[in-house]
């Protein structure tokens, strides 16, 4: 059941319908509370804007299963509030877990030399 919520949530947020897509995978945590419900709801939340709750469910994802595309995805949370000692911190985390993940070495080289 927790899938079918979380695939629908996925489906809402490829259509750009923020607010259905967190339903659906707050729905799919509250039945099981899987990794990849909190990134669909991370996502959806940064979509919208809501920076600090996708924070917090990007940290739920890292804190269960870390991974260079977590870490990214927290980061370009962080770098869209302006908190830019965050985003470096997290993109180095990204960077160590996976030294070739495009998005974080974008984004680093971005901060570092903005065009």
């Given at each position: 059941?927790a899938?079918?919520?979380?695939?629908?949530?996925?489906?809402h947020?490829?259509k750009?319908?923020h607010?259905?897509?967190?339903a659906?995978?707050?729905?799919a945590?509250s039945?099981?509370?899987?990794?990849?419900?909190?990134q669909c709801?991370?996502?959806?939340y940064?979509?919208k804007?809501d920076?600090?709750?996708?924070?917090?469910d990007?940290?739920?994802?890292?804190?269960?299963?870390?991974?260079?595309?977590?870490?990214?995805?927290?980061?370009y949370?962080h770098?869209?509030?302006y908190?830019?000692?965050?985003?470096?911190?997290?993109?180095?985390?990204?960077?160590k877990?996976?030294?070739?993940h495009?998005?974080?070495?974008?984004?680093?080289?971005f901060?570092?030399?903005?065009p």
């Amino acid at each position: 059941m927790a899938n079918m919520f979380l695939n629908r949530g996925l489906a809402h947020y490829s259509k750009g319908e923020h607010d259905l897509a967190i339903a659906d995978c707050s729905k799919a945590i509250s039945l099981r509370p899987i990794v990849v419900a909190y990134q669909c709801r991370g996502i959806a939340y940064a979509g919208k804007g809501d920076y600090d709750r996708a924070i917090a469910d990007f940290s739920v994802v890292i804190d269960s299963e870390p991974s260079a595309e977590a870490y990214h995805n927290r980061a370009y949370a962080h770098f869209l509030k302006y908190e830019f000692d965050d985003t470096l911190k997290d993109l180095d985390r990204a960077l160590k877990l996976d030294p070739t993940h495009e998005p974080s070495i974008k984004l680093r080289d971005f901060i570092e030399s903005p065009p």
